[in-house]
């Protein structure tokens, strides 16, 4: 009777697992459903290679313009800065963590350095403005610190704890024989970390990269409050730009219902939804090459 009951949970159990699991795979496609629908309705009255190649976004325009370039190019810039500042910065921290770290410091350091997730965007936007833009601008002795540099150092902030922590796990599975034989050839630990234990552990770094950057390509408050929200071409690192989330955020809200602006919204929507969901798939694919690793 015993069994029988015990069965009986868990077919129970596993069919609420099921559930829960076909639910979330249907609300992805919903979402995308509903994406893709809206985005139809802006693409019959706008030609894509307009819209994909035209160099202004001013819906406010009499004719209405709809280039998404200058915002592709926004988010581009910002993200590919803070993943120049955010990847070596979190590999290396990853490294010492994980290779040279004593295990006291290791224990206050790790949490520390998860706990900047935990941080809510506006907080950090927030900094940008009072503290990292008038650094910017003193140091630079230009007259406004709100710019793509802003966004890419707060970007990188937000995702230094993904690429820390998947990192670590990553440089910590690198077998010990491999840095044994190392030592045991005569290298020395700085030797064996680089030319051994970091190639070894590089799918698990990629996936840490890869998460890292659909983190911060996904990021709306911050970047809405620190980078000036210029919808033109940037010149630089010091221009003010408008990133894809932060213009859905600026104009979803004042939008009237179901004009040509309110279904650009949507087909940007889709672009950024495409770009993440690419970038999440590959970090999810070097994920499992490191499970493998693992195992």
Do not use: C
Not at 106 to 116: D, F, H, N, R, T
């Amino acid at each position: 009777m015993q069994i029988k009951s015990r069965e009986n949970t868990d077919w129970v159990l596993k069919q609420v697992f099921k559930a829960t699991g076909f639910i979330t795979i249907g609300l992805l496609g919903a979402i995308f459903f509903m994406l893709i629908y809206n985005s139809i309705a802006f693409f019959i009255k706008v030609n894509p290679l307009d819209f994909f190649t035209g160099s202004q976004w001013d819906p406010d325009n009499t004719n209405g313009k709809y280039g998404i370039a200058p915002l592709l190019a926004s988010t581009g810039l910002v993200t590919l800065g803070a993943m120049i500042i955010a990847v070596p910065m979190g590999i290396l921290t990853a490294a010492f963590l994980s290779e040279l770290a004593a295990p006291k410091l290791k224990a206050v350091l790790k949490p520390v350095i998860e706990m900047l997730a935990a941080i809510p965007s506006v907080a950090i936007g927030f900094l940008g403005i009072v503290l990292v833009g008038p650094g910017i601008t003193y140091l630079f002795g230009i007259q406004n610190g709100l710019n793509a540099l802003n966004g890419s150092i707060l970007l990188a902030v937000m995702a230094l704890p993904t690429i820390v922590t998947i990192s670590e796990d990553a440089i910590s599975a690198v077998p010990k024989s491999h840095k044994e034989a190392s030592l045991a050839l005569g290298a020395n630990k700085w030797e064996t970390l680089f030319q051994v234990t970091l190639p070894s552990a590089v799918p698990g770094l990629i996936a840490a990269v890869m998460l890292g950057l659909g983190r911060a390509l996904g990021e709306t408050m911050t970047v809405l409050m620190a980078t000036g929200n210029a919808a033109v071409m940037p010149d630089g690192f010091l221009s003010a730009v408008r990133t894809i989330t932060a213009t859905i955020a600026i104009e979803m809200g004042e939008v009237p219902y179901q004009t040509t602006h309110y279904f650009a919204l949507f087909a940007i929507a889709v672009v950024l939804f495409i770009i993440t969901l690419t970038i999440n798939l590959l970090g999810e694919y070097f994920a499992n090459r490191l499970r493998r690793f693992h195992s």
